[in-house]
């Protein structure tokens, strides 16, 4: 991981209700931050609630369309670093901005957190860290309650300290740049998510290994499945190989040169000219510029991994998954009985 919080503690913590502007309710707002007892559980549980999620190697800046003068969040929290007597009065400026934001239908109305957290290692640093929560989703528990000679069955709505919806983390380094921050969204695939990252927060990728590791990976897995594809008369066998191929050579690197992955992994001249063109087309589309040369992230290649799928699927009969050399299969047609068939050559199996 890029950064450390097993060691973090709250310094301080306030929690707001968010409305809906789609049932017209406002915000209700706490008067002052909770006070956390040393002796409690609940500063334990909070951190696990919190922090446990953050798992996402990816790093994000603040600034977005409006730039780093118009982002309130960047505004909010360069203050309260500088200032943390700011905090309470900064959490009340965030929520009205995260309520003004949140025009999707389907956002919910929900509890805001705000936290300081202190003792935070980052790019072996050791820095103060802002959390903002939401939590929007309620779960049941039964409660059992012991009565004088039975027991009784209550229950109650709650959070599950496992499930954290929304949060971020705004790392104190990177001032000039946005901060570092770190995401968590739930329901990032949808589209009343969107307020949460970009209305909100206005996160901008962190272009470091991560960033250009993950976009990489990206260009070769839509490369295999646009261009280098059965739609191009290339054998689905092949494009399996060539699949294996890419995500092999990032397993077993750790420096990335596109010189070197062009000739182990591209190999013939019309493949590398075809990679090429994508490769521009891909970075005009999404607004990029890949380096050729970056430290290959080992956390982003064991992400995306699971997106590189090896397998071919035969009917509703078989699924062949190839993950090795593809001499040891062959494509053939049987007359006799009108149907294609694969043949494959092995040593053992177990």
């Known amino acids: ?52 999620s953050f798992r996402e190697p990816s790093l994000y800046h603040l600034g977005g369309v409006k730039g780093l003068s118009g982002n309130i969040v960047y505004q909010s929290a360069s203050a309260i670093f500088d200032n943390p007597a700011l905090f309470y009065e900064h959490s009340r400026i965030l929520a009205a901005s995260l309520y003004e934001n949140s025009s999707h239908p389907q956002i919910k109305p929900g509890e805001f957190y705000l936290t300081l957290f202190e003792g935070v290692q980052i790019f072996d640093q050791t820095v103060k860290c802002l959390g903002i929560f939401k939590s929007e989703n309620k779960e049941t528990y039964l409660k059992i309650c012991t009565g004088e000679n039975s027991f009784d069955v209550n229950y109650e709505e709650g959070i599950n300290i496992r499930k954290l919806d929304k949060g971020c983390l705004i790392f104190d380094v990177e001032r000039e740049k946005g901060f570092a921050v770190s995401l968590i969204d739930k329901v990032s695939k949808h589209n009343e998510a969107l307020f949460w990252k970009e209305d909100f927060l206005g996160l901008e990728d962190r272009q470091d290994n991560n960033f250009f590791t993950h976009n990489y990976l990206n260009v070769c897995k839509e490369f295999v499945n646009d261009v280098f594809s059965p739609a191009n008369d290339v054998p689905r066998t092949e494009q399996i190989d060539m699949l294996n191929r890419s995500i092999n050579y990032f397993k077993d690197n750790t ?12 190999a013939a001249p019309d493949v590398v000219e075809a990679f090429k063109q994508f490769k521009e087309f891909y ?16 956390d ?6 699971k997106s590189f ?3 071919l699927k035969l009917d509703k009969n078989f699924h062949v998954y190839v993950h090795g050399n593809r001499r040891f299969i062959e494509k053939g047609f049987d007359q006799s009985r009108g149907l294609h068939y694969y043949k494959l050559y092995f040593e053992c199996e177990s």
Not at 22 to 48: A, G, H, R, W
Not at 257 to 264: L, T, V
Not at 300 to 305: L, Y
Request: glycine share 2%.
């Open 1 to 52: 991981m890029l950064f450390d919080i097993i060691n973090a503690d709250i310094e301080q913590l306030v929690i707001h209700r968010i409305g809906s502007r789609t049932d017209n309710t406002e915000n209700v707002y706490s008067q002052q931050c909770v006070k956390m007892e040393e002796e409690s559980p609940i500063p334990f549980l909070l951190k696990q609630y919190f922090l446990a």
């Open 255 to 266: 420096l990335f040169d596109e010189g070197k992955f062009e000739q182990e992994v591209l």
């Open 283 to 298: 970075e005009d589309q999404n607004s990029v510029s890949l380096n050729e040369e970056f430290k290959i992230s080992p």
């Open 300 to 305: 982003v290649v064991k992400k995306e991994n």
């Open 309 to 311: 799928k090896s397998v």
